[in-house]
């Protein structure tokens, strides 16, 4: 699946680079909190939460630089009911000396980095076309506090460009990513735009489910190349903490945020997400995998477009097509 994905999320990077809520389920491990504990929330249409629609826009853009020898764009794109026309789009000239491009990682995503590593394919094909790419590496296992201190110490130690950074996080990486804008924004500066790939941008329901057995057990379970973890890490992904985090950072956060939601038709949906998008199924069918679809779309953002690809296969080359 990846090897039909990959290329149209280079040509998507290269697009938007151009272009410069949710449904709840109880714990099931722990008894709910008190109802003072729960933050008033609701579920509209995007227009209404403040979501900028530039499907139509992204998808001209996104579709002119898909390969040629590759799948049709509406195979890569879905098409939902009510997206927009598109707009002209600004100048793609020259985009390689005016933009630097950066991605960050998701959960995990540190511990089997040598089998898979998010974007790895795209990072190339972009260095190809004379784009300058960093990648920042954060603990597989650590809490958002702790890898937004290690992005802190990532930009410090950039070298002085004057060129905008667009910065795609995917999964736990927005997370982590947003969360080092609010507490380090000197640091963060030249951060032009957010990307959410597949964004915990409103956390997950599975993480309510398994956070408690995941801190006794699985967090201090060894991984190949990552330390063990707090549990934390899973605690940041609850949905009542992330619409927490909204309520209390949300209207600091400036620089404008970019979502592509992964949402996979069901045979798009890989083995190594059947499992968890058949529980999250009985919520919501519209799941990746890991999230459900609204909750990977930042309030007050601008929704790119909807990727027909499960939470793994939107950003990372490990299964190939035969």
């Known amino acids: 699946m990846t090897a039909l994905i990959a290329p149209s999320v280079a040509a998507i990077a290269l697009a938007l680079s151009a272009a410069v809520a949710p449904v ?7 008894a709910a909190p008190l109802a003072g504990a729960y933050t008033p929330t609701t579920v509209v249409a995007v227009r209404d939460a403040g979501v900028h629609d530039l499907r139509g826009s992204f998808r001209a853009a996104a579709c002119a630089r898909l390969p040629a020898d590759g799948p049709p764009c509406d195979e890569v ?3 939902l009911a009510n997206e927009p026309a598109a707009a002209a789009l600004p100048r793609t000239d020259g985009l390689a000396r005016r933009y630097r491009i950066a991605f960050v990682p998701g959960l995990f995503n540190e511990c089997f980095e040598e089998l898979a590593r998010p974007f790895s394919d795209v990072q190339s094909d972009l260095e190809a076309r004379g784009f300058t790419v960093d990648y920042f590496a954060v603990a597989g296992r650590g809490s958002m506090a702790q890898n937004a201190a290690q992005l802190a110490t990532h930009f410090a130690g ?3 460009d004057d060129r905008p950074l667009i910065v795609f996080a995917y999964s736990k990486g927005l997370v982590d990513l947003l969360d080092f804008i609010v507490r380090h924004p000197d640091l963060a500066r030249p951060i032009a735009a957010v990307v959410s790939v597949a964004g915990a941008s409103n956390g997950s329901p599975l993480a309510d489910r398994m956070h408690a057995i995941y801190r006794s057990l699985g967090a201090k379970f060894p991984l190949p190349g990552c330390a063990r973890g707090t549990g934390e890490e899973i605690a940041d992904l609850r949905p009542d903490a992330r ?3 909204w309520q209390e950072h949300g209207e600091s956060l400036t620089v404008p945020i970019f979502a592509l939601v992964a949402a996979p038709q069901p045979d798009r ?11 999250l199924a009985k919520i919501d069918p519209r799941n990746d995998g890991k999230l459900l679809w609204q909750d990977q779309i930042p309030p007050r953002s601008h929704l790119l477009g909807y990727v027909n690809a499960d939470h793994w296969s939107i950003a990372v080359p490990v299964l190939k097509e035969q």
């Open 158 to 160: 950039l070298a002085e």
């Open 243 to 245: 619409i927490a985090w």
């Open 24 to 30: 709840r389920a109880a714990p099931a491990v722990e």
């Open 269 to 279: 949906v890989s083995p190594a997400t059947r499992a968890t998008y058949n529980e």
């Open 77 to 79: 794109l879905l098409a």
